[in-house]
């Protein structure tokens, strides 16, 4: 059941980071948000894809993809537009 909870979590979370980079992806402008904390988060879900399935935590493993993977394109993408901005 924990594994469940926790992996509807992590594939929500990939649902709203997602509609963080959709709004980026628009704007095209960074403007009060921190690039480190979406490190940190993409980090620590790099973590998870070594540490879920050493516990047998299929479900968070398969969220903690999703959600890694959009911090990863979210970090890329907040990095990139601080540097270039809008053009």
């Keep these: 059941m924990n594994d ?3 992996g509807l979590f992590e ?3 990939t649902v709203f980071i997602m509609l963080s980079i959709v709004k980026l992806y628009h704007d095209k ?3 009060g948000i921190s690039w480190l904390h979406v490190g940190f988060f993409a980090a620590w879900g790099y973590w998870n894809l070594y540490y879920y ?3 047998g935590q299929w479900l968070s493993f398969v969220g903690g993809i999703g959600i890694t993977v ?3 394109i ?3 993408m907040l ?3 601080t540097k270039h901005g809008r053009r």
């Design 11 to 13: 594939g929500f979370g």
């Design 79 to 81: 990095i990139y537009y």
């Design 70 to 72: 959009a911090n990863t």
């Design 4 to 6: 469940i909870i926790n």
């Design 74 to 76: 979210y970090l890329y």
């Design 53 to 55: 399935p050493s516990l």
């Design 29 to 31: 402008l960074v403007r």
